[in-house]
């Protein structure tokens, strides 16, 4: 595969950001404690973490879904907001995504941009510390899961803006709530620092298995 670089060991290691890994993480360990505990063998290749993916992906969808819907229906009515979420969903690759590459960063990017979408709704509307820790959070994993969709990032910065006044405005949001800011960047860094522990315990798992 040419998205994985062969280790001296034989172990794949994958050449791209952890980003999907770490929002696959809670549904990865509710199947290997199941194949702990017996179901099939931990590997990580057994059909529970399939399945796992499976779920992930859909799990990720929905909630997509569910927060462009809720960001749309003040603005167009419940009618035309759920028609666009449901165009959005069935006549797009979305579906094919989530329902059959659910490993794949895409579905997982709208999750994100939708979050992402919502959040600077309710930012714009009434700014607060809690709102700007979210965005933080969210546009970390945004960049974490592909990096190329970094643009993304734009969406806070511009959405509404009627001229550079509104964007330095914006710009300003971790001076007026810095509050927000260290929560951000602390939640951030422990939350990287615990899924990458995470995922090295694992990988060395995976990799004495493989060894065996």
């Known amino acids: ?34 194949c702990l505990l017996g179901l099939a063998t931990p590997d990580a290749f057994s059909w529970p973490y399939a399945v796992a993916r499976g779920m992930a992906g859909a799990f990720y969808a929905a909630m ?26 069935g006549c797009t690759n979305l579906y094919y995504y989530a329902s059959m590459e659910p490993g794949m960063s895409h579905v997982y990017s709208f999750f994100l941009f939708a979050a992402l979408f919502a959040t600077t709704l309710r930012m714009l509307e009434a700014p607060s510390p809690k709102r700007l820790f979210l965005l933080m959070v969210i546009a970390t994993m945004i960049v974490l899961v592909r990096p190329a969709n970094v643009i993304a990032l734009l969406v806070p910065m511009l959405y509404g803006a009627t001229g550079p006044r509104d964007v330095k405005g914006r710009l300003r949001w971790p001076a007026h709530f810095p509050e927000g800011l260290r929560r951000g960047r602390c939640g951030v860094r422990r939350a990287g620092a615990a899924a990458v522990g995470l995922l090295e315990d694992d990988h060395r798992q995976l990799v004495r298995l493989h060894l065996r």
Do not use: E, Y
């Open 1 to 34: 595969m040419p998205w994985v670089h062969i280790l001296d060991d034989g172990s794949r290691l994958s050449l791209f950001t952890i980003g999907v890994s770490l929002l696959q993480l809670p549904f990865f360990l509710v199947a290997h404690a199941a």
């Open 64 to 89: 997509g879904c569910w927060f462009l819907l809720h960001a749309l229906k003040p603005r167009f009515g419940n009618i035309a907001s759920l028609a666009a979420v449901l165009l959005l969903f």
